[in-house]
T-cell receptor, first 116, second 114 residues
Framework: DTEVTQTPKHLVMGMTNKKSLKCEQH?????MYWYKQKAKKPPELMFV???????INESVPSRFSPECPNSSLLNLHLHALQPEDSALYLC???????????????FGPGTRLTVL | GENVEQHPSTLSVQEGDSAVIKCTYS??????FPWYKQELGKRPQLIID?????GEKKDQRIAVTLNKTAKHFSLHITETQPEDSAVYFC?????????????FGQGTTLQVKP
């Protein structure tokens, strides 16, 4: 299995809702990432998990809460989002999170989030 | 911090022509340079990457060149086809320590006209 999968594909939520995005990989990768991508812009890093521990938080608002239950799964919990949080949320994974060389990151298909 | 600049922002070519996209980076410690292709509504897909111990890498119609002295790297697509139309992103890692953080260029929208 050489893919990163994400669910759901699309999500519409109100500003008072609580929802979660899910990401899964079975490539044995030890680093997993959350990115946010606005239309016609590059992906922006939000969080990095290294061996199931949060290693980078790019000053993301607390209404986004990541969780890594095990080495294959990554969640992003959403609460009290704003309309400007509407975007494509991409998950990615790579073999090793740290070391002398950078490993390739493989992206999931993303979740298209709309906040009303 | 690391900065990656990408040019041009849009590129239109005739089918069969070549396309070149250029990126410059600021951190001389960067040692890995991937290129991603993103079709409309799809995920970014790695199409080619290069590490700092080589100057050029080729995969069929796609090639990447790296000039470490000048701190720039380029994507070359030859014999372009309509299915090459997409947004292309270059990227570079941030800093000596491999934290997994990639800095992306702003993207190039490539249109290949039949």
């Amino acid at each position: 299995d050489t893919e990163v999968t994400q669910t759901p594909k699309h999500l519409v939520m109100g500003m008072t809702n609580k929802k979660s995005l899910k990401c899964e990989q079975h490539m044995g990768h030890r680093a997993m990432y959350w990115y946010k991508q606005k239309a016609k812009k590059p992906p922006e890093l939000m969080f990095v998990y290294s061996y199931e521990k949060l290693s980078i938080n790019e000053s993301v608002p607390s209404r986004f809460s990541p969780e890594c239950p095990n080495s294959s799964l990554l969640n992003l919990h959403l609460h009290a989002l704003q309309p400007e949080d509407s975007a494509l949320y991409l998950c990615a994974s790579s073999q090793e999170p740290a070391g002398p060389s950078t490993d390739t990151q493989y992206f999931g298909p993303g979740t298209r989030l709309t906040v009303l | 911090g690391e900065n990656v600049e990408q040019h041009p922002s849009t590129l239109s070519v005739q089918e069969g022509d070549s396309a070149v996209i250029k990126c410059t980076y600021s951190d001389s410690a960067s040692n890995y340079f991937p290129w991603y292709k993103q079709e409309l509504g799809k995920r970014p897909q790695l199409i080619i990457d290069i590490r700092s111990n080589v100057g050029e890498k080729k995969d069929q119609r796609i090639a990447v060149t790296l000039n470490k002295t000048a701190k720039h790297f380029s994507l070359h697509i030859t014999e372009t086809q309509p299915e090459d139309s997409a947004v292309y992103f270059c990227a570079a890692p941030s800093g000596w320590s491999n934290t997994g953080k990639l800095i992306f260029g702003q993207g190039t929208t490539l249109q290949v006209k039949p």
